[in-house]
């Protein structure tokens, strides 16, 4: 059976620094292309990082690139995600996801994810 369980979420202020987790069981993790997602009251699931299988290429949306590092142990099948500089408008759950056949040209889009952890909130306060 297919586990992705984040962690580490909370409540931190502006500026300051929350590092997540996801732990992957029930598929060969190295196989899966991984991602990070997010979803802020009211809004769509939105992009927030991806990397590769094994060559640990790493993507990041916009909104995040500069604060945000995202890096994977295919030797403990888990992801992380370093967020620094938070803002309030970081605010959202945080998903981790694992896509078969992901590429940099897909990564972006959330219907191509086959697994899904049930998301971990990050709440940042001014």
């Known amino acids: 059976q297919v586990h992705l369980v984040e962690s580490g979420g909370g409540l931190v202020q502006t500026g300051g620094s929350l590092g997540l987790s996801c732990a992957a069981s029930g598929f060969t993790f190295s196989d899966y292309w991984m991602a990070w997602f997010r979803q802020a009251p009211g809004k769509e699931r939105e992009f927030v990082a991806a990397?590769?299988?094994?060559?640990?290429?790493?993507y990041y949306a916009d909104s995040v690139k500069g604060r945000f590092t995202m890096s994977r142990d295919n030797a403990k099948n888990t992801v992380n995600l370093q967020m620094n500089s938070l803002k309030s408008e970081d605010t959202a759950v945080y998903y981790c996801?694992?896509?078969?056949?992901?590429?940099?040209?897909?990564?972006?889009?959330?219907?191509?994810?086959?697994?899904w952890g049930q998301g971990t909130q990050v709440t940042v306060s001014s």
């Open positions: 990397i590769s299988r094994t060559t640990n290429d790493r």
């Open positions: 996801s694992a896509d078969f056949n992901g590429t940099p040209v897909t990564m972006r889009d959330r219907a191509r994810y086959e697994y």
